[in-house]
């Protein structure tokens, strides 16, 4: 059956800057029908209902690089730059995580990041079994990256670790809200030979893989030392990057690195909220998308964050880039928030989210413009600059992922979020004791 939904403003974000003030969007099967002015709308079908929002439709916001079950972890390691908070923080707590603690935490990371507007996020993580079924509690959409490392041993060989998620691919692959991705961690704690391997069974099985690349200035002396190349032409070299590939944070390319992602179409997440907490630096956006490259914004974990907002993430995008670059026009607003939406769905190869276009998922969200923020509308476009400089994911009162609502006058509809809660806070006291 078709439903229609008809809303003051409908921003599509379809890489065309068209608004409509009112607009409509037919939502059919999971997916969108069609959308555009109210006054051009067609007769909706004997029977159709209608909803009529008050505020702003947007597509559902897209999380491109997410750790997003370490709400177990969140807070550790204040105050320490990445290579310690790793070491001292985070890896110790890490090994006495089970399957069951992941589930629960990737739960309420889904929870708030629906509750915030994400309708998708591209997470890395271990137990990829368990991201995929808390994902699914929530009615979250997933990408679910199995993390690949070496020297966990209780994770097996990082060989064990491909088998493992290829396994899961076949498992999930009738569930329209997950895809499984290979996610080896980095080049300096993933040997060649595993990078290889990954790559190799990724592009031969067409799945996207999931790689951490020059977040910090050091963190790829081992390989230069050691190839006389950056990690990003030692990676090419090795044929890692002829698949689908996403590049988390990508701080410090050099612009030779980024020419090269450019033409082998790789795909970027920018983490600004992660890389200033952990003073790594700011990703060159304006350069990485002036090349060809798609980027997207991401949270990283909750640990190193310490939110899942990522319209946060969408406002500091925008604001360093300005930053970095001492130019006011480096992005724009309309720009930012297609970093979130259309252009992430791109950097993760995906031609089914990130717009209000027929034939992707209807996967939208509603952002109350009853707000003093929101004022004056001197144009429908407007809305979408007060969104992304004065608004926040507060304001996102109602959320649809595949047509289903999830959230309604800002309550989850999915799940039990004070148990969700309960559950996190104990499995962080006993590993953090």
Partial sequence: MTRRILAEVVAP?????R???????DVAGGKVAAVGGAGEAPSPPEGCPVEKMPGLLLPGLINGHAHSAMTVLRGAGEGLPLDRWLRQAIWPREARLHPED???????????????????????????EAVAAGALRAGLRCVVGAAIIEGLERFGSPARQVDEALALAVEVAGEDLLEVALAPHSAYAVGDAHLRHAAEAAAERALSLHIHVAETAAEGDGVTARTGRTVPQ???????????????HCVWLTDDDISLFAEAGVGAAHCPGSNGKLGSGIAPVRSMRRAGMAVAVGTDGPASNDNLDLLEE????????????????????FEALGLATSEAAAA?????????????????????????EYGPLAAPEAAVAHLVWGGSSRD??????GGERVVEDGRLLTMALDEARLRVAAIARRIGA
């Avoid at 608004?19 to 969007?25: E, L, Q, S």
């Avoid at 034939?359 to 109350?368: E, L, P």
Wanted: glycine letters at 10%.
């Fill in 13 to 17: 974000m379809d890489g065309s800057g």
């Fill in 19 to 25: 608004v409509f003030a009112p607009g409509f969007v």
């Fill in 102 to 128: 992941v589930a629960d935490g990737m739960a309420l990371g889904a929870a708030e990041m629906l509750l915030n507007g994400v309708t998708t996020s591209n997470e890395m993580y271990f137990f990829p």
């Fill in 234 to 248: 030692h990676l090419s070299d090795m044929g890692v990057l002829e698949g689908r590939v996403l590049a988390a």
């Fill in 314 to 333: 969408v406002r500091l995008a925008l604001l360093y880039s300005r930053l970095r670059d001492h130019d006011a026009s480096a992005l724009t607003a």
């Fill in 348 to 372: 993760l190869g995906r031609a089914d989210i990130g717009a209000l276009m027929a034939g992707r998922w209807a996967d939208i969200i509603h952002v109350d413009l009853d707000r003093p």
């Fill in 396 to 401: 996102v009162t109602d959320v649809w992922v």
